[in-house]
Nanobody
Framework: QAQLVESGGGLVQPGGSLRLSCAAS????????MMWYRQAPGKQRELVAA???????HYADSVKGRFTISRDNAKNTVYLQMNSLKPEDTAVYYC?????????WGQGTQVTVSS
């Protein structure tokens, strides 16, 4: 069964760092396009970062220079390294694997940035 499982969320102070992991299984291979989204309370889900099969990356303007998406093909895992975290980064972070016609999502991991 195809599955995405996120981990690594938690509570961190402003300016701190976290690394999120998304382990893929089943017929999902992270060598293809993978994305990270986030959804803050009362807001729409937004794209944070994307990594395509060729290695090109895309970041939301709000996280450029602070977040880095990467993958380990051997572990079939994609990561989101988050540095210089701000309170406005507080959200549930979701891993996404678009595999038309199916869109795979993880269960989400909570990131809270607060002093």
């Amino acid at each position: 069964q195809a599955q995405l499982v996120e981990s690594g969320g938690g509570l961190v102070q402003p300016g701190g760092s976290l690394r999120l992991s998304c382990a893929a299984s089943g017929m999902i291979f992270v060598i293809n396009t993978m994305m990270w989204y986030r959804q803050a309370p009362g807001k729409q889900r937004e794209l944070v970062a994307a990594l395509n099969g060729g290695g090109s990356t895309h970041y939301a303007d709000s996280v450029k220079g602070r977040f880095t998406i990467s993958r380990d093909n051997a572990k079939n895992t994609v990561y989101l390294q988050m540095n210089s975290l701000k309170p406005e980064d507080t959200a549930v972070y979701y891993c996404n694997a678009p595999r038309p016609p199916v869109d795979y999502w993880g269960q989400g991991t909570q990131v809270t940035v607060s002093s």
